[in-house]
Each structure stands twice: as structure tokens, then as C-alpha cells.
């Protein structure tokens, strides 16, 4: 049966109207503006626990962090698996925040689908056919990032790998891709956010943290992303952005964090009343 | 003498307090947003001095609309020339409008002096070192924008040609890159305003209607430049975009223009409390 | 022990000489051009012996072809699998040629360790690091495609999972980059062989028919990759192109590939000649 | 009479045979390989006498050298102008060779009218319209390069325009684009050069020099672009690189070079034969 008839599962010909679902008790999709955020990687009980309890105090939706780490050399910090998953779940007992987490491979997507309410798929595995399958086989939403050199067509279909299995709650998300560009890490391509909206049913999140950089720089690009009409953002925040054991310095420390998020929340109303003026 | 001494004039070492100037009774950096908008190319008086007077009338900072078009064709229309730039002295008279255009070479760049206010030098001419020096020995401030294949630095030394001649008002533009991307023309590099804010005390500027392609996504860009803590936007606006003689498809129609300058002053009064918190 | 301790495995300060070994009797590495060809899917028993007979005539080395197809669309053609497998074995009985092939996930790894050759990684799984490492564990030689977006020295880093799981025989191979150039589909990057010459003492092939796309053009690509001194090509043959299930305009016929190898043999031999002088 | 009508002038449609004409006794285009060397920038009499005559006692056929540089900073060296034009039309006198040098702006383009015998369009110019219809009007072969971030399409527009005004003989030359990629700094796009010989009937040259930056690379990717068909090289050759006043990295030595032009002729006479094979 692996034929193409008709329109894509994903495209907006196959569903008019936009993929709206909750995770616990946070709507995503359908209009607001959704707000994820955690460290790079958990690294301790008392760092998770008090992450969580200040985002929650903030008014963030949804706690990311990760326990599976996909890294680039053999030699860096992989993440505490396992052990970070139950840590993310003590978490989200103490604050009610739904966790979103990385899969890496076929064992670890098990073990968020036991811990976690949301499984990211990142970047390097957007093409990781077998695991975007097993994922569509799963019964929890999928957080999947666009590759770094991924065409946003490609990007939808990876997710219709997603859906084909039977699974329809896919968050599409921009992280940045791969340019000639030197002054950040990778380029955010906000512009495809409109470009998704036109094209899928399903909503596109922005996360600004690995491409920029820069926590200050983090920001901006936050309420570019709010503004562009994203679904929602997915941020690092660190307790002690300068003893991270990764990826400390594109980490939000708690006081920046938290005026962001006021900030983000007038944008996001602001551009709800330009989306419909748009219409 | 060619030697750099130094720091360069274009950083924050030569100069920490950002570049302000006035245009008319606009001011340009130091805080505010300004919108800058008109056709893509001058067409005709009827055409020049209604979109000038409902663009006042809105609340638009800066009249653009060009007289000399670089073409990558040989066969395309290359503009009104002298008479497009009388036209868009008319139209300035008629609305109090500053008028930005763009020079192609030295003789148009002399009679830009004697009729615009601001002078753009377009992206295709980011490293005609000659023009740029001619540029840097008149009295207009340029609009420089950025090649579509620069980095930052790049477009850093090509407004250094221009200040090392002697003059000090220059405004940085992005207008996208190209990259792999296919959903759009060009990519639109947003996160290089905060970067730039960083290097130089120059004022950046974005201008989504070229990236962009399509009306309504230049809006969502628009908003993102706006919250990304840009200087200004440049927009394409044509009184009925179906019959433009170039680039119809970007430019917007009058009303979706009119609700996106309330948005952009919107979320400009948000963006400017955002700076003073995260300073 | 996830410690980067002294030099990488995969780098010339770990290891000065060549990596070179034998496949079956073909020496890789060391000096000589290795020719690799075959189908880009093996379709049916007659198509891939009669192939595999062709290029055995025609002086080729390695017998590819591909059984398991990473495929961006999940309606697509994914290949034969285990019986793919299967006849590429028989075509490797009937001609003596090893045969390299694509696994894409750990069931098809095992499944390729018991059939083929060399097993392929493709573009795609370049940072799968779960599918790496059980390569590492592995102990078939390991071709590994770049990805379409990857660093010369994130490339590196993939091969560095294998070697450090205890396989020391990677073959790395150029197949095009993603860029904004529109004349073929990936940009071939042909100077990356003498950058990888100097980092590494692992061989390096270039792949360049899904790059050029066209089959005349894949012609003068292998010819180039040849003179900058590849380790080998692998390049698509079909014996009756315009039939192919998958990527037919970009495979060979069997007439043009005969002159091919014979020119690639003598731009070889001159190509060794220069590297002794360049030493 | 801005118009398009029927085939670009550049295209195979408007002319099937290859462009072919010579400078002084070179003949360009039609088949053979055309060797163009010489220094980055004149620097004195003494350098430039003394390369051009390396480079007749070893073969080359054409001498390059920069009387006018276009700089990116404002501070670097520009090159000696005019007298580097005179030093060069004595280095032809002493030698037979015709000079190819780059012109900037309208002025030094006639200059170099008077001077030399090929007119060099540098990248960063080539969508710079009034120098290329400039260039049009006049006599000389007009040698274009190709912007680092333009598409193949855009370069043979710029190459109409010249066309346009009358002057049919143009040179096209790969110098390598900006991409993502690090290990080198710019990629160079050798399948430019087949995808160009089916568009056009211009010739095109590969200049691997800049793009590779070191030369030893330089070597392989001359000898590449050999194989590749191109209808010639031009590389950068200084009797001593480790002085040189600009680029002394890239540039190669004189033994080196000599080696290299007789690969390069084995390399083009193999080519040669494979093209006729290919029709």
C-alpha cells in the first residue's frame, strides 16, 4: 500500500482547518501561543526540580530537558537516559508542567513513551525514517525538529511518515539551518513559519536557543518568533546559565526568562488580532 | 595611508551610543521603529502620489520607490530614471514624505543627491567599492543593504567604505540571504539585527518584501523585524498590486497595509520595553 | 569513559600512513582508484545479474546496489529488502564482485553483515549515532555518506563513533551538499578529497550521480573526482536507465559506462604520478 | 527595446557551436585547455617580469595579474593602478603573453582597454549592469566570474548583458560560492562547468585559487576542473607565495606549477577524447 493517492495527510488539503490537541492541560495549536521551556540537558534532581518550579511560577506551558542526548562527537555527555527520564517525571509531579523529551533510538522512544507526554524527534534523525515510524506506531504527540538542511517539504514529509502509521499529533518546529552565515550558529528561518501555515494543518513551533546562540540574542528571536505567529517556542533555561554541562552560554538565566515571557505574551495577543485582520 | 588603524568606525568600539540622525523630521536609530514603504518601482504620477498621500495618511515614516531598477535581465524594465526621480520629488512635496531611492551608478547617484533624501546602494552593488565611495563622499545618508550572499562583517567593511570617506550616516538593511531554502526567495536573516546591535552603532533595517514573495507573509516577517528590535522595515505597497510592472505579487494592497503599521507600532512599544529589561 | 583524551582515531596525528585493506581482492585505500557500480535499487534477479556480469567485463571493482531505500516520502519504493539482499549475493557468486549496500536501521545492518560486503550508511543516517555504533560493533567495512549538510569534520566525527566502537575500516564519500545553486540538485564537493586527505588517513570515494543528476554530467564529475585524487568512485549503472524504479536519468548506460572506466583508469594513473610530485 | 525576444543570445538555442576566438595566438574555446597564470597583484617589475617569463618557459598561455583589487575593507591594498598596467604590457613585450587583468569601475576599465588584452569582471561586480554594458561596448574579451552566491542563470544574464551591447566574446569563470561548508572558503562548483557547456556556447574557465585557498588543494582542484572539461584554468602563481602582498597562501610555487601544467595537458588530452566518446 505505499502508494501516494490524493492529498498528503499533512497538507492542508487533506485538513482544512488547523491540528488542535492538549498535552495535560495545555492547548497546542488552534491560535495561542505555547511556551516550552527547560535545560539543554538534566543534569540533577535539584536542578530539574527548581527549573520546573520557577517555570511554572512564570507561567511557561510545557517543560522540555533532555535525558538522550544525540551528540556529535563520541566523547561528549550523552545525558543521563534512563535516570533523567524518571527525574522528568518527578518534575512534572511536583509542578503538573507536561514533559517534552528527546528519542534517539528505538529503546529510548520506549522509555518516553513510559515517562513522557511528549517525544521529540530532533534534527539529525528528521530523516530517520524507521524511528519517525516507530514514533507513528506510539500514542504521544511527536515534537518534530526540521534537519538543518531540510527543505520545508521534506520536513512535511517527514511528519506524514508520522501520520501514516496512525499517529496525528505532530508539532512541526524551526531550530535553524545551515548557511553561509557566520555571525550565528545557524540561520533561523522564521519566514517558514507563514510558509507552514499555508501549507499544513499542523502547528510549527520556533526554537531560537541552538541557532543563536547568544541568551541575549535568544530573546529577540523569541519574540520574532511570537510575532511571525508562531504556535509556540521552545527555550533553554538554566538555573546557573555559566555551570551548564551543556550549551550553558545560549542559556536563559530565571530573571531574563521571566520578563521574556510577559513579552511573549503581548506579542502573541497582539498578532492574534493581526491574524485575523489577515484573514 | 590605506592602513586600518584601530578600531574600525563602523563598531562599538569607535563609537558605543548608537547612530541617530533625522531624515526630514524623522528620526532614524536610537530607538524608534520607522516604516518605510511605496512601489517597487515608480510607474506613473497618478501611481507615485496616491500611494505617497494614503501612506502619510496611515502613518508612514519614509516614502521609497525606485527610478533606476538593476536588472539581472538585460530585457527587463530598468526603470523611469530622472523622471522617477522628479516624480518622487513631486510626490514629497505633495505628502512632507522623505523620499529613499536607489542609485545604480555615479551618474545616477548625483541626481539621487540633487532630488531623494536617502540614497540606497542595493544589494547587488554591496561591493562596488566605487560606489560606495562616491556614496561615502556626498551628503545623503545611504541605505546600504546587505548582498545576498555577505556576512555581516562583509556589509560591516562595505559601510566602512562609506564612513571613511567622511560620512557618518549610514543605515544597515537585511533583505535575505540565499540559502538551499526553497520555500522562499531568499531567507530572510533576522537574527542579524540583534548580531549587528552588537558589532556597530549603525541602525538596521529589514525589508521582507523581496525575501518574502508573497503579501501576506511579508506582513508576519514584517511583525517579526519589528519584535526582533529592528530600526525600521522597508515595504513594498502598490495601490493595486495585480498591475504593478514588477514584483506585484510582494507588494501589498492599501488596507492589509494600513492594519499592519498599528501592529508594527504595537509591538515597537513592546519591543522598546523588552530593550531597557534585557539591558 | 566518554573523554576525548589525545588525538582523534579518524585523524593523521593518530595514524600518519593510509588506512588501506582488501575487500575480497580489491585493495581500498593506498594509492589506487576503486570503481564501484551498479543499480541504485536491486529490482529483480535478471536486472542485477545482468548488471553485476556488465560491469565484471568492464574492469569494475565493487558490486552496488541497493536493497533497503531510505526514502523521503513514505510512498515511495523502498526496495526489495532481505530478498534484495539475497540476490545481491548470487550476483556476487556469478561474478566474484563484492557488494556494498545500504542499511538502514539495526535489523537491516544484521541483515546486511550476513549477505554483503561493505555496508553503506547513507546521507540521511550520517549522525544516526545508534546505527554507527553498532556498525563499530560490526565487522563489515563501513561506507559512510556525508551528509547533505555535514562539516568536513562533523563527517569525521561520525566515522570517529564507528572506529571507537573497535572497527577500524571506514570509507568516507563525497555526494553533494545542499547550497542555493539550482543547476543540479546537490552541489558536488569536489575539494573537500584533498581536505580530507590532509585530516585523515581514512580513504575517501565521491558519489556523484544523486549530486549531478543527469547522467552526462555524472560522467564528468567521476572524471574530476578521479583527478583530485579519490580513493574511488561509485557511481549508478542501469542496464536499461530509462526503465529504472528509482533515479533512472541519473544512471549510466552500459555503453558510456565502459568508456568511462577506461577514461578514469588513465586519468588515475596520471593523478598518482602527480601526487608523488606533490609530496 | 528593453525586450526578450526569441533566444538569450548567450544560449545554445540562439547559437548551437561552441564560441570560440583567439587572444594574440591563444586560441579560447573549441576544445583545447587555455592555462591562464600569474600573481594575485603586481607588485613591482621585478616580480611580474620575472613570472611571466617562468610561466613561457613552462607553458602557460595567458599572464593574470591584479593591477586594480576590489577590497572588501577600505584598509587593505588596492594594487598599483595604472603603472601595474604598464608593468604588465612590459611583461607581454617580454614575453609574448596576453595579459588578462580585472577592471573596477569605468575607469579602470579603459585603462586596461589600452593595456591589455582581456578584461577581467571580478565576482563581486558581476551584477554590477553599467560596468558590464560598459565592458559591452568595448573590444576586449570581457573574462566574467561568477558572483558567490549566483546561480548559473544569473551568470549567463549578466554575461547577455554584454552580449547585448554587441561585444560576443565572453569567458565565464568558476571562482567557487558561498555555502555552508568550512574546510575551505568558498566550495568550488566544478559541475557548473558541464551544466554550463549544455546552456551555453560560451566557454568556461575554473579558477580553483581563492575557493581552495591553499595550494596544494589548488593542484588537485586545477586538475579536476581539467577533467571536468573546462575550457581552462586560471591559477595564481608567485616566485616566492611567502611574500606576496595579498593571498600568498593560495598562490603556488614555481616548481610546483611546472609540475602541475603537464598533468593538467595529460589530464585535457584524456578529456578530449572522452567528450568526443560522450557525443
Given at each position: 500500500v505505499a502508494v501516494e493517492r490524493g492529498a498528503r495527510l499533512a497538507?492542508?488539503?487533506?485538513?482544512?482547518?488547523?491540528?488542535?490537541?492538549?498535552?495535560?492541560?495545555?492547548?497546542?495549536?488552534?491560535?495561542?501561543?505555547?511556551?516550552?521551556?527547560?535545560?539543554?540537558a538534566v543534569e540533577s534532581e535539584e536542578q530539574i526540580l527548581s527549573v520546573a518550579r520557577f517555570l511554572r511560577g512564570v507561567g511557561a506551558d510545557l517543560l522540555?530537558?533532555?535525558?538522550?542526548?544525540?551528540r556529535t562527537s563520541p566523547y561528549s555527555f550523552r545525558g543521563l537516559g534512563r535516570e533523567g527520564l524518571l527525574l522528568l517525571a518527578r518534575a512534572r509531579e511536583a509542578t503538573g508542567l507536561p514533559v517534552v523529551t528527546e528519542a534517539i533510538d528505538e529503546e529510548s522512544l520506549e522509555l518516553c513513551e513510559q515517562h513522557a507526554d511528549v517525544v521529540q524527534i530532533g534534527a539529525r534523525n528528521m530523516q530517520n525514517f524507521a524511528l519517525l515510524r516507530r514514533a507513528g506506531r506510539g500514542k504521544l504527540p511527536v515534537f518534530l525538529k526540521r534537519g538543518m538542511s531540510a527543505t520545508l517539504d521534506e520536513l512535511l514529509l517527514s511528519a506524514e511518515h508520522v501520520l501514516n502509521e496512525g499517529n496525528p499529533r505532530v508539532i512541526l518546529c524551526e531550530r535553524g539551518i545551515r548557511t553561509f552565515s557566520t555571525h550565528s550558529r545557524y540561520t533561523l528561518d522564521l519566514s517558514v513559519v507563514p510558509a507552514a501555515q499555508e501549507a499544513t494543518h499542523l502547528p510549527i513551533f520556533v526554537d531560537p536557543s541552538h541557532a543563536t546562540g547568544k541568551s541575549r540574542r535568544v530573546a529577540s528571536m523569541a519574540l520574532a518568533a511570537a510575532a511571525a505567529g508562531a504556535a509556540g517556542v521552545m527555550?533553554?533555561?538554566?538555573?546557573?546559565?555559566g555551570e551548564a554541562m551543556s550549551d550553558?552560554?545560549?542559556?536563559?538565566?530565571?530573571?531574563?526568562?521571566?520578563?521574556?515571557?510577559?513579552?511573549?505574551?503581548?506579542?502573541?495577543?497582539?498578532?492574534?488580532?493581526?491574524?485575523?485582520?489577515?484573514?
Open positions: 497538507s492542508r488539503d487533506a485538513r482544512a482547518e488547523d491540528t488542535s490537541f492538549t498535552v495535560g492541560t495545555v492547548r497546542i495549536g488552534g491560535g495561542g501561543l505555547v511556551v516550552c521551556a527547560g535545560p539543554c522540555r530537558g533532555g535525558a538522550y542526548k544525540p527555550l533553554e533555561v538554566h538555573p546557573r546559565p550553558g552560554s545560549q542559556a536563559m538565566a530565571p530573571a531574563a526568562f521571566a520578563s521574556l515571557v510577559s513579552e511573549l505574551r503581548a506579542i502573541a495577543s497582539i498578532r492574534t488580532t493581526a491574524t485575523e485582520t489577515l484573514r
